[in-house]
């Protein structure tokens, strides 16, 4: 889905901090054991992904990284009936409901043994095609970077095929696909600067340039 989440290329958030420490305070340290514990029915990486993406972009852009991670936990217990906002605000001793878009549907199980998959067909592109992305605005999960949609590449590398996140965040089927790193013009995609950037793209996302 499109929203505030997807940042890449937008000027004025600063520069990107690297080297960051892992945890700032304890209680980013316990909002990542309470996800990580949190055993719940029908979920999987993908689904916790677009959690945090269906986050009203006002809450989003206020919150710090783990804050996200706190908000999107109580979406996902909410959504299954493991707890009630109003216990959260009664315990808390104020109204702090996250506001989300709502899911377009509930996952599966995250698969065992990861998401890799072999497929008896072979990949659609090789390394040094020119490949076009399409300009697809998915009203669900996605893993495609709006600043990339339209766009030519080349292909530089062709990854094993991975179930497919658009599909398996919402209990859709695994349909795994081929991965691509693909190599665009920063040029191309900002219309300035003279170096590349690699982005990792899903074969149904692309079309021959």
Known sequence: MDGIH??????????????????????????FGMVMTAQMENTNTDEFRHSV?????????SSSYYGRWLASLEVR????????????????????????????GLPKDSPSGGP???????PRFAAGDRVHVRDAHPHGHTRLPR???GKAGRVSLVHPAFVFPDTHAHGLGEDPQYLYAVQFSAHDLWG??????????????????
């Not at 993406?53 to 852009?61: F, G």
């Not at 590349?196 to 079309?207: A, K, M, P």
């Open 6 to 31: 997807d940042m890449g290329g937008m000027d004025g958030f600063g520069p990107v901090e690297r080297d960051e420490v892992v945890f700032h305070s304890d209680w980013e340290r316990r909002v």
């Open 53 to 61: 993406e269906r986050l009203d972009p006002a809450l989003y852009l």
């Open 77 to 104: 217990l909410a959504e299954r009936g493991l707890i009630a906002s109003d216990d959260v605000d009664d315990r808390v001793g104020a109204a702090v409901r996250p506001s989300v878009t709502a899911t377009i």
């Open 116 to 122: 890799m998959r072999m497929l008896e067909q072979p």
């Open 147 to 149: 600043y990339v949609r």
């Open 192 to 209: 300035e600067g003279d170096h590349v950037v690699h982005v990792d793209v899903w074969e149904n996302y692309l079309e021959p340039a």
